[in-house]
């Protein structure tokens, strides 16, 4: 007996050993596959990093760069080589085979060609760089706002699921007052109504919560997980400067930069088309060896413009350069009507979180309040009760839609501005 009571304690403590380890292996498989958090600051850092379109703007500045080395190349000589046989037609004349000719040419630019050339290339670092500077300034802030899009949706959800509980609890509430005969049954049908309504309002949340975060994966990159969970929250406390200060920087907008280094790179066109009627000359230096003679050479040749002048790519060049300007011109009007446009919404957004905060939300919570209290004492029918809720649901709704406004207006300017004003500091 003694020896049977051993061993059944040490299986017990096998069992509890066993059972140890498994929770241990469950609390570690648990932390492995946890979902992962991710801060605003760290979508932008790997989308910057990750993300096709950058990247295909760097391969275009990298193209550019080569440009140049293109521009600064001299010409290859060209090397020449003939022989073959002699035969002299007068008198006397002995033929052989030892005749040869051997030259050497190398093309040679005009200055100003070769200057033209250059300019047209560096130019075109510019406009890639720039190019990469407002593809990069776009695509933060659409990060930023999709990002600010989730957290909206995730508090749009927050709502939905409470109103659901909510209103499958007044559900069974009235259900058991229509039993005991307190309320009479069209009270439960619309309870069943509202809840119903609740729960399809819950599910569409859920589904716009996995919506928004799919376009949010899908404008930083692969190395997002398909599931993930956000760190953050709107910073509403943020304002812009007022909108004088704003057009006064609209002239240092990226977009505006971009298109006058394209100016200047269609007017370094229009001179280079038009230095290349005369580009430049050849120098040619040969030997020529006959059976009894050798001549030495040297020379230069010049291309002529007699039939080609050049005027249609000159003419091509000087359209483009006036495209070029004309985009400019809209493009600054464009921003202008833009930014003042986004700058009334953002006034409105401002108005209108400054009348929910100061007013609305409290007043909508103790319409609910009151309600809620005359229904349970039986002063007011379950309609009444309804119609607070719902009340305090659109407010509370059209609060989350003016916040996103808000910071969505600022996202906007600052898209169109290229520069931060909602400023990311890492967490």
Do not use: C
């Not at 049977?4 to 596959?33: D, Q």
């Not at 020529?288 to 790519?313: M, T, Y």
Request: charged share 25%; net charge neutral; aromatic share 6%.
């Amino acid at each position: 007996m003694p020896k049977f009571g051993a061993n059944a304690g040490a299986s017990h403590s096998n069992k509890l050993a066993m059972i140890m380890i498994l929770l241990a292996s469950i609390v570690v498989s648990n932390k492995a596959t946890a979902t992962p958090s991710y801060s605003i600051h760290q979508m932008i850092s790997i989308a910057a990093e990750q993300n096709p379109l950058i990247n295909v703007y760097k391969a275009r500045e990298d193209a550019a760069s080569a440009s140049v080395v293109t521009a600064r190349t001299f010409a290859n000589p060209e090397f020449e080589l003939q022989g073959g046989p002699t035969r002299y037609r007068t008198p006397g004349g002995q033929g052989a085979n030892g005749s040869w000719v051997m030259g050497i040419t190398q093309p040679l630019d005009y200055p100003s060609v070769r200057n033209a050339k250059i300019d047209v290339a560096e130019n075109n670092i510019a406009v890639a760089s720039l190019s990469t500077e407002v593809t990069k300034r776009d695509l933060i802030t659409r990060v930023k706002s999709a990002f600010y899009d989730v957290l909206q949706r995730e508090a749009f959800l927050g709502l939905a699921e409470a109103d659901y509980k909510l209103l499958k609890d007044i559900r069974d509430r009235v259900k058991l007052r229509v039993e005991v005969g307190e309320s009479p049954k069209y009270e439960l049908i619309k309870a069943n109504t509202e809840a119903l309504a609740a729960e399809r309002d819950f599910q569409s949340a859920k589904t716009r919560v996995l919506e928004g975060k799919s376009y949010l994966r899908g404008l930083v990159g692969a190395a997002i997980p398909e599931d993930f969970t956000l760190v953050g929250e709107l910073p509403v406390s943020n304002s812009l400067p007022k909108i004088d200060t704003l057009r006064e920087q609209m002239n240092d907008s990226p977009q505006l930069k971009q298109i006058r280094a394209a100016i200047k790179t269609s007017e370094a066109n229009l001179r280079l088309q038009d230095e290349l009627r005369n580009p430049g000359l050849s120098l040619k230096a040969g030997v020529e060896q006959d059976p009894d003679l050798r001549q030495f050479r040297i020379g230069v040749a010049i291309p002529i413009p007699v039939w080609d002048k050049r005027s249609g790519p000159i003419a091509y060049a000087a359209a483009e350069l006036k495209e070029a300007q004309a985009v400019l011109s809209e493009r600054e009007l464009t921003i202008q009507r833009d930014v003042e446009s986004a700058y009334q919404r953002y006034l409105i957004a401002q108005q209108q979180l400054s009348a929910f905060e100061d007013g609305l939300l409290e007043q909508a919570e103790s319409v609910l309040k009151v309600a809620e209290a005359a229904y349970r004492f039986g002063e007011r029918g379950i309609l009444d009760y309804l119609d607070a809720q719902r009340t305090k649901r659109a407010v509370r709704k059209d609060y989350l839609s003016a916040r996103y406004e808000y910071i969505n207006a600022m996202l906007t300017i600052e898209r169109l501005l290229g520069y931060e004003l909602l400023e990311v500091k890492p967490q």
